[in-house]
């Protein structure tokens, strides 16, 4: 991964901070982000905390056997390694990459750039 196309920002000291069990999720704010953590086979993953299908809360759902989380809505399933849907549904969660430290737990935010839309 290259580090220099994100913004990382510290959500908590350590791991044991966030509290969560395995395929639980958290919700932490960053810059006025609502941002949903979980922990699976122990990795971290990030995503937003709007359904990207009708906005409803994900950290409401939950997260499958296969890494999916479920939207408590509408039962979307999105992948919560690259955000692809469980079938070809047409929609498509942002992921954020995370990163564990020996100072903290990292979440990534991209940088936007005047390349972007390249
Ligand atoms: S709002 Fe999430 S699947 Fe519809």
Request: aromatic fraction near 12%.
């Amino acid at each position: 991964m290259n580090n220099r196309k994100y913004h990382w920002h510290k959500v908590c000291e350590s791991e044991n901070d966030l509290k969560l069990e395995e395929n639980g999720i958290g919700v932490v704010e960053i810059n006025g982000k609502t941002v949903c953590v979980t922990r699976f086979k122990g990795e971290w993953y990030a995503f937003p905390q709007s359904c990207p299908h009708a906005g409803a809360p994900l950290s409401l759902g939950c997260i499958d056997a296969k890494g999916y989380v479920i939207c408590p809505h509408h039962g979307y399933k999105f992948n919560i390694r690259n955000g692809k849907m469980a079938f070809d549904g047409g929609c498509i969660l942002k992921t954020y990459p995370t990163e564990v430290r020996a100072e903290g737990v990292f979440i990534g935010f991209k940088k936007e750039s005047f390349l972007s839309w390249l």
